[in-house]
């Protein structure tokens, strides 16, 4: 079956999704739970297959550990899925008011139709997309990264499964036969057939996405953040906020890559957080390496990478409005953060940064669905349309307006 | 100056308007309303240039009449701009909650940023889109048809004017030198300078930008409505509304293109609209063509077309989930309305169909930012992302998540 066929398939099975009720929708997610686990030892049999071929085309560890998949990981898996049945209904929701005419306009939350996602070598998020998209009433079609392809394969199988369980269409998932570059392409291009296609993964994944979709978008994830340390913070709250936005997870897209700091404070801060963060590699602006000797000097190209490694970009800067242009200039719209005892200086830099989400006295890794409190998430959007920073349930939704009268014409 | 300097002076301009009050930005509406009025001779000048240019180039009657400016037309252009500075301040809005440790997350509505758009002659465009874009804090080009240019280079002066007048940058408001093609598609690449561009005007229009845009664009305005008379409606009420979709004004993106008829009524009813609407073209399915035999038969080409003409296609359908089925497959997803006495049916319509706006018992021609009571409207969103159905003020925003805290760091 070509991935147009299978997208095509995948609207087949829409209208029966959409007027799904709620409670219905709710029973599919806990059958997908039930079913996994059920299938559990098949799912993990298909994981060892992936991971026996991961090895032998010399995948690097941090892969094969998102790979790896084990009984407890997928309980965990399961349990994400009970967690996302339980929360709020996203469709229906709306507000209603009437015109001087008498038509009466109500503006209703919708299923997008059919979402595809393409993402890397992450089996949970098989099931967490899965969930999301069938909880907001969307089918999907899961084109995850081929070194995944036999535990995907598995785990597509129990929840299409689940889904006819409860009396919907198996169809309303799908993954492609192929798992081929090829087939990401043509997911892209599918115009008209796939309503919105959300890439999660590596900068060249949402690079290659952006240039050849034609159809909608949401890119995520790219995150060059930055923690800025204005002259008036406190620096043992600076010094633990930069280490735990550095180090506490550095491969994830919330993490800091870069430090912007104040003259003033600069030589008193940076001696001090050279010796806490040992194993970080610090790539200075000149400044940085007269204030330390030994660090590396940083490229324009440094400033604005992301590493989603123990290294830190870190320019020195004379105030929070030059800290506000660098960042703006080099960063990827994701998360940012001041520290600060200077509320002027704290509402300069809330109003003047372009990103998703802008912190005060705290770390950047907060910007996540769970940690905003919105549930699970489908990803974390660097744009600015439809959806910005943490995608909830709402973000798979569009609305409709529904209208009533009794004859209306207009005049 | 290039397409790109431009945009990028329009980009050094939006901090300055980012951080105007709401008073300031309405402020520059009242001066923009106030300047177009004291500078109307200069632009009925303009515009009597750009008349007489049209006229040699043979440009259709109906162009001409949306090309043509008169006191009392800018007057009532001016009139709108003061209606927009009326309306509610859409940044700003939104909602504050604090997590369990501490950490206090705001969501709040901020400006795109640099919004572009490209249409047709229609010189209120000019006024209109300015007005809305600077009302929520977004500087913009404006890439109005060439036949206007002379018209809008005239009232683009006054509205730079305006906003230097209240001590914003001219720049926030621009138009290109340069009218041609090329200008429109080199705004259609500029990614990462040109945040959103909205294409408002035909279906060409649209295609080109939907196929060549790299920045992120809103689809707006193709319109092939329907209006689906079930066998249960009222027959008097059907006739006034079908006549009110199709031929209260043809040319617009809301008029009905098509009717779809129940069997059941269709012997009824297609006789008695026949002698209803006596300058409209019927071209009619093979059993349309059985009851009013001189009736063009359709192909399936006509059943896509818009043509924003007193033309209508004709469809007779055995209920109304075909009816459903007919119309998701031909419509562009703008504006759809049931003629019906059924609850039952009115349900199924409006939960069925995949459109902006689903209408019961009332005509598709209330799309339109005004009659929803939206204020004034950039356009009429027929995609399902960030937006759909009539774009007020709240289309141009995006919204920042604003946290503060006081040291927090994740676990």
Redesign the interface.
């Known amino acids: 079956m070509t991935v147009r066929e299978l997208c095509l398939r995948g609207r087949e099975a829409i209208?029966a999704l959409?007027?799904a009720s709620g409670k219905q929708r709710n029973d599919a997610l806990l059958a997908m739970a039930k079913l996994l686990m059920r299938d559990a030892e098949l799912i993990l049999e298909a994981n060892k297959k992936d991971l026996s071929g991961a090895a032998e085309n010399g995948v690097p560890a941090q892969m094969i550990d998102r790979l790896t998949l084990t009984e407890s990981r997928l309980g965990a898996i399961a349990s994400a899925l009970e967690e996302v049945a339980a929360l709020p209904d996203p469709l229906g929701l709306g507000e209603e008011?009437v015109?001087p005419n008498g038509?009466s306009?109500r503006r209703v939350t919708v299923p997008?139709?059919l979402i595809a996602m393409i993402y890397e070598a992450r089996p949970n998020v098989t099931a967490d997309a899965a969930a999301l998209a069938v909880k907001s009433g969307n089918c999907v079609v899961l084109r995850g990264g081929k070194e995944a392809f036999f535990t995907n394969c598995a785990m597509v199988n129990s929840l299409r499964e689940a889904m006819v369980s409860v009396g919907l269409p198996a169809d309303c998932i799908s993954m492609p036969e192929d798992p081929s570059r090829e087939t990401a392409t043509q997911l892209m291009q599918l115009r008209g057939v796939v309503?919105?296609l959300i890439p999660r993964g590596g900068k060249s994944l949402i690079r290659s996405v952006?240039?050849n979709a034609?159809v909608?978008v949401?890119e995520t994830g790219a995150g060059n953040c930055h923690v800025y340390v204005d002259a008036s913070a406190?620096v043992n709250?600076a010094l633990?906020?930069v280490?735990?936005?550095k180090r506490?997870?550095p491969s994830v897209c919330n993490a800091a890559e870069g430090l912007v700091v104040h003259r003033e404070i600069a030589d008193t801060f940076l001696p001090l957080l050279r010796e806490r963060l040992v194993d970080v590699e610090f790539r200075g602006c000149e400044e940085t390496c007269k204030i330390l000797p030994d660090c590396i000097p940083a490229t324009e190209e440094d400033f604005y990478t992301e590493y989603n490694d123990l290294i830190l970009h870190i320019k020195v800067v004379g105030g929070v409005e030059e800290a506000i242009s660098f960042i703006n200039a080099h960063n990827t719209g994701h998360s940012e953060a001041i520290m600060t005892e200077s509320i002027t200086n704290?509402n300069r830099f809330?109003?003047?940064i372009?990103?998703?989400?802008?912190?005060?006295?705290?770390?950047t890794?907060?910007?996540d669905g769970g940690?905003?409190?919105f549930g699970a998430e489908i990803g974390i959007s660097t744009?600015?349309?439809?959806a910005?920073?943490p995608m909830g349930l709402s973000a798979l939704t569009?609305?409709?307006?529904?209208?009533?009268?009794?004859?209306?014409?207009?005049g």
Chains 1, 2 share one sequence.
């Open positions: 209208p959409q007027s008011w015109r038509l306009i997008i139709g309503d919105l952006v240039d034609s909608p949401i406190d709250m633990s906020v280490d735990n936005a506490q997870r704290a809330t109003a003047g372009d990103a998703a989400a802008v912190y005060v006295n705290a770390s890794r907060f910007t940690e905003f409190g744009q600015k349309m439809h910005r920073g569009t609305v409709k307006y529904v209208a009533w009268g009794n004859g209306q014409i207009r």
